[in-house]
C-alpha cells in the first residue's frame, strides 16, 4: 500500500502564492519506481482535471490554464512532488489531489487540500 500526505493548502488573495507538498510513503515494494507523481483538482460538479505531472526522469506536463503560473517538482529521495503555484486567480479554487502511478502501473490519491483563493 502506499500513502499519500498533502500539506501547503489554504486561503490566500488572489495574485497570491502557495506551495502544495505531497509525500509518499508504504511499502518499498509498492513505492519503489515510482513513475509519475502529479496533481490534480476538483470542483464540486465537475470532474477531477489534470495541474501537473511530472515523471521520475523530470518530464512535466500542465493543464492547459496552468500558463506558466505553476510549477511541479519532485525530490525522488524523498518521494515527494512540490507544486508552486503563483499568480493565484479566484477559479483555482479546488480540491487539489495528489496522485501517483508506480512502476506496476497501480495509482493512488491523497485525501485532497483545499485551496481558496479570494478575490
Known amino acids: 500500500q502506499v500513502q499519500l500526505v498533502e500539506s501547503g493548502g489554504g486561503l490566500v488573495q488572489a495574485g497570491g502564492s502557495l506551495r502544495l507538498s505531497c509525500a509518499a510513503s508504504g511499502s518499498a515494494f509498492s513505492i519503489f519506481g515510482i513513475n509519475v507523481m502529479g496533481w490534480y483538482r476538483q470542483v464540486p460538479g465537475k470532474q477531477r482535471e489534470l495541474v501537473a505531472g511530472i515523471t521520475r526522469g523530470g518530464s512535466t506536463n500542465y493543464g492547459d490554464f496552468v500558463k506558466g503560473r505553476f510549477t511541479i517538482s519532485r525530490d525522488n529521495a524523498k518521494n515527494t512532488v512540490y507544486l508552486q503555484m503563483n499568480s493565484l486567480k479566484p477559479e483555482d479554487t479546488a480540491v487539489y489531489y495528489c496522485?501517483?502511478?508506480?512502476?506496476?502501473?497501480?495509482?493512488?490519491w491523497g485525501q485532497g487540500t483545499q485551496v481558496t483563493v479570494s478575490s
Open positions: 496522485h501517483l502511478v508506480n512502476h506496476l502501473g497501480q495509482d493512488y
